[in-house]
C-alpha cells in the first residue's frame, strides 16, 4: 500500500500483477473460486464448485460450514481471543469494547435464547434494532444455527416493516426499546407492536433495553433479552450448515411497489466476501476498519459484519447521526480509535464538504491508510475533497461497485492485489471471478468509451439465489433483459484503459442519499392517501443527496391543492415507507403525461424537474398534459420540503 503515495498520478504502475490475477481467474473461474473457498474453516469439504442451472447458481455443493464459525469461534479459540473485535460507540457518547472471546459467549448465548423460544434452521428471525452491538451479535446468533436473518433498516415505518416480516413469514421479531439518532429517541418498540399486529406469523417479540424509555412489555408475546439471557444454558454448539442454505434475506427495491427479498446463501457469500476484504481493502491484523453504513442495508451485513469479521478484523461500530452533537463527530470517532480503513458513501462527503474543512482538520486523521467509496457514483470533486482533507493526499481511495444482489464488491480497485493508477469518479476493474461488460440493447459489447448497460456474464459466488417465495420475478428482473446475462440496472462505461465509470441506474430506481428507493414503491405510498387519484415519482439530480424525490400527484375529483394537502401526503409517505421516502419537493397537477398505452413518461416529468428539453414526444398520448406540468412547475415554483 504504500507503494500507492501518488495513487492516481503516475501512469506506471504495475497493472501486471492484477491482470495476471484477473485473466486466469476468468479463464479458469471454477478452479479460481475453489482455490479461494480453501481458505475458509469447512466442516466438509464441497464435492461440486459449482452447479449453474442458468439463472440459479449453487457454490459450493454439498460443502458444510458455519458462518459464526468462521467469524467468532475460529478466532475465539486462537491467540485473537483478546483481541477486539468491536469498538462500538453510542450517539450519547457511551462506549463497550467487546473481544473476540466476548463476542464469541455473547453469540452463543444468543444462539441459545434463539433455542429456547423454539427458533430453529430455516426459521425466519427479524431483527429491527438500531445500530448496538446486539445487532451483529444477534445476526451471529441465527447463523449460528441456521435459522435466516432478515434485518430491517430501524428508519422503515411500521408498515414497511410488517410487509417484510410477512413476506417472510418471521416467526420472531427482535427489536429495542428504542436507538438515539440525531438527539432525538427512535421509539422502536411503538412500531414494532404496530408492525405485529399486522403480522401474524410473529409469535414472539424480544426486546433489548437500549434507551431505557418505557415500553409496553406484552407477555407472554414479549420477552425483555437480559431476562431470557439470565434463564439460559449457554450450550449451543455451531451446526454445520449446508453451503447453499441460506445465510439472510435482505429486502431492497425495484421496478415494481413491493420490495424484493434478496436470498444469499452461506458458503458462496461468505467466500466472495472474504476475499473482496482481502483484495480491496487488503485488510490486515492490525486494520481498524470502520464502515459507516448502517447494519440494515447489504453494505452493513458484507462489510460490517461478516467480511471484516471472517478477517478477524477490528470493526468500529457508531450509533448515531454523523453529524451529532457537532459536525466533526465521525473525525473525533477515526481519531479516537486509530481507524485505518475508512469506508463511507459519497452523500457523506458531499455533506461534510458543505460544513467545510474545519471539521476534519480539528483531528489527527493520520492513522488512516486507505478509504473507501460505495453506494452512488462518486463525483470527482468530492473525490478529490476526500482524498485531499480526510486522506491528507496519503490513502488511496477505492470506490466500490456492487448491489445487494451481488453480496460482495464486483468492481473496485484491489490494492491488495497490486497497485493500479485511479481515476477519480471510476470504480476502475472488475475484481478476479467477475466478468463485467458494458453492452448495448441487444445485449453486444459497446466499444470503449460508449455507455452501455452494466451486466454480468457469468455466475460468482455472493451472488444472490433467488427472490425469496418468487422464483418468476428472480428470473425477470435479472435474467429477462439480456438472455444469459445477469442484468445490473446500470449505466456504465469502459474507458479505452479498461476502467469502469458507473453512471446511475437505467431503470426506474432511485438512489436518494445512497438508499435504493423504486419509484412505483413511492408511488404506490402516495396514492394509498385517500385523498389523491394519481402520482409520478423522478429522481432530481441533488449536489448533495445525488438525487431528490420530486412527486406529480393528481388529487382526486373535488379535492384542491393546498399546503395541508401536501403536508399530509408527505406524513403519509413518511409513514407508510419511512423518513427516507419524504418528497423533497410535491407539485400538483391535474393530467400527468403518458403514453398511449397509458404509461407515465417519467423522462418528461425528469425533463421538467430538471428544467431540461423534454425531448422526443411522438409517443404522447396528450402534449396538453406536457403544458399542464411545466405550467404547475413554473406558476408554483419549486416547492421545497
Ligand atoms: O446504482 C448502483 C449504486 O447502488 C446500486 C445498488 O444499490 P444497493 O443494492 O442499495 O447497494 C448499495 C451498496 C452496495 C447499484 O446498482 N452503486 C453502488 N455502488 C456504487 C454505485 N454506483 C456508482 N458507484 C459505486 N461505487
Excluded at 8 to 13: D, L
Excluded at 176 to 205: N, Q, W
Excluded at 315 to 325: C, K, N, S, T
Excluded at 506 to 512: P, R, Y
Aim: proline share 7%; charged share 25%.
Amino acid at each position: 500500500m504504500t507503494q500507492m503515495s501518488l495513487p492516481f498520478e503516475s501512469r506506471y504502475w504495475p497493472l501486471r500483477a492484477y491482470y495476471d490475477v484477473y485473466y486466469r481467474s476468468i479463464e479458469e473461474t471454477e478452479t479460481f473460486w475453489a482455490e479461494q473457498a480453501r481458505q475458509l474453516e469447512w466442516f466438509k469439504t464441497w464435492d461440486k464448485t459449482l452447479e449453474w442451472d442458468p439463472p440459479f447458481a449453487r457454490w459450493f455443493v454439498g460443502g458444510q460450514l458455519n458462518a459464526a464459525y468462521i467469524c467468532v469461534d475460529k478466532h475465539a479459540q486462537s491467540w485473537r481471543r483478546s483481541k477486539v473485535a468491536i469498538y462500538w460507540e453510542g450517539e450519547p457518547g457511551d462506549t463497550r469494547t467487546l473481544s473476540y472471546s466476548t463476542l464469541y459467549r455473547e453469540v452463543k448465548r444468543f444462539a441459545s435464547v434463539l433455542q429456547d423460544l423454539g427458533v430453529g434452521k430455516g426459521d425466519r428471525v427479524a431483527l429491527y434494532l438500531p445500530m448496538i452491538p446486539e445487532l451483529a451479535v444477534f445476526m451471529l446468533a441465527c447463523a449460528r444455527i441456521g435459522a435466516i436473518h432478515t434485518v430491517i433498516f430501524s428508519g422503515f415505518s411500521a408498515r414497511a416493516l410488517a410487509d417484510r416480516i410477512n413476506d417472510t413469514q418471521a416467526k420472531l421479531l427482535v427489536t429495542a426499546d428504542g436507538g438515539f439518532r440525531g438527539g432525538k429517541t427512535l421509539p422502536l418498540k411503538e412500531i414494532a407492536d404496530e408492525a405485529v399486529a399486522m403480522s401474524p406469523s410473529v409469535e414472539k417479540v424480544i426486546v433489548v433495553k437500549r434507551t431505557g424509555g418505557a415500553v409496553n412489555i406484552r407477555p407472554p408475546r414479549d420477552h425483555w433479552l437480559h431476562d431470557l439471557l439470565a434463564q439460559t444454558s449457554d450450550l449451543s454448539a455451531p451446526e454445520p450448515i449446508d453451503s447453499n442454505h441460506p445465510l439472510y434475506i435482505l429486502y431492497t427495491s425495484g421496478t415494481t411497489g413491493k420490495p424484493k427479498g434478496i436470498v444469499h446463501s452461506t458458503g458462496g457469500y461468505l467466500v466472495h466476501n472474504y476475499c473482496a476484504y482481502k483484495w480491496v481493502f487488503d485488510i490486515r491484523e492490525e486494520s481498524v476498519y470502520w464502515c459507516s453504513a448502517d447494519v440494515g442495508w447489504v453494505t452493513g451485513h458484507s462489510s460490517i459484519v461478516y467480511a471484516p469479521l471472517a478477517h478477524g478484523a477490528t470493526i468500529v461500530l457508531y450509533e448515531g447521526a454523523p453529524d451529532y452533537p457537532a459536525v466533526d463527530r465521525w473525525w473525533d470517532i477515526i481519531e479516537k480509535y486509530g481507524v485505518t480503513i475508512f469506508y463511507t458513501s459519497p452523500t457523506a462527503i458531499r455533506m461534510f464538504m458543505k460544513y467545510g474543512e474545519e471539521g476534519p482538520r480539528k483531528h489527527d486523521l493520520r492513522s488512516l491508510e486507505l478509504l473507501g467509496s460505495v453506494g452512488e457514483p462518486i463525483n470527482p470533486e468530492a473525490w478529490l475533497w476526500y482524498y485531499k482533507n480526510i486522506g491528507g493526499e496519503r490513502c488511496p481511495i477505492v470506490d466500490t461497485w456492487w448491489q445487494t444482489e451481488t453480496g460482495g464488491i464486483m468492481i473496485s480497485p484491489t490494492p491488495g492485489i497490486g497497485c493500479i493508477p485511479l481515476k477519480p469518479g471510476s470504480a476502475a476493474m472488475p475484481l478476479p471471478g467477475v466478468d463485467v461488460a458494458v453492452v448495448d440493447e441487444k445485449g453486444g459489447e459497446v466499444p470503449s468509451e460508449e455507455r452501455g448497460q452494466l451486466v454480468i456474464r457469468k455466475p460468482w459466488p455472493g451472488m444472490l439465489q433467488g427472490i425469496w417465495g418468487n422464483p418468476q420475478r428472480y428470473r425477470e428482473a435479472y435474467w429477462s433483459r439480456f438472455p444469459g446475462m445477469y442484468y445490473t440496472g446500470d449505466y456504465a462505461i469502459k474507458d479505452k484503459d479498461g476502467y469502469f465509470w458507473i453512471l446511475g441506474r437505467a431503470d426506474e430506481v432511485l438512489k436518494v442519499a445512497g438508499h435504493r428507493l423504486g419509484t412505483a414503491e413511492l408511488e404506490d405510498a402516495a396514492v394509498s392517501y385517500p385523498l389523491l387519484a394519481e402520482a409520478a415519482v423522478v429522481g432530481r439530480a441533488d449536489p448533495i443527496k445525488g438525487e431528490s424525490i420530486v412527486i406529480f400527484v393528481i388529487p382526486k375529483e373535488g379535492v384542491s391543492p393546498s399546503s395541508d394537502l401536501k403536508k399530509g401526503l408527505i406524513e403519509h409517505m413518511r409513514q407508510t415507507v419511512g423518513p427516507i421516502a419524504t418528497p423533497d419537493e410535491v407539485y400538483f397537477v391535474a393530467k400527468l403525461p403518458k403514453t398511449r398505452s397509458g404509461k407515465v413518461m417519467r423522462r418528461v416529468l425528469k425533463a421538467v424537474a430538471e428544467n431540461a428539453s423534454v425531448g422526443d414526444l411522438t409517443t404522447l398520448e396528450d402534449e396538453a398534459s406536457v403544458e399542464e406540468v411545466m405550467r404547475s412547475y413554473r406558476e408554483l415554483g419549486p416547492q421545497r420540503v
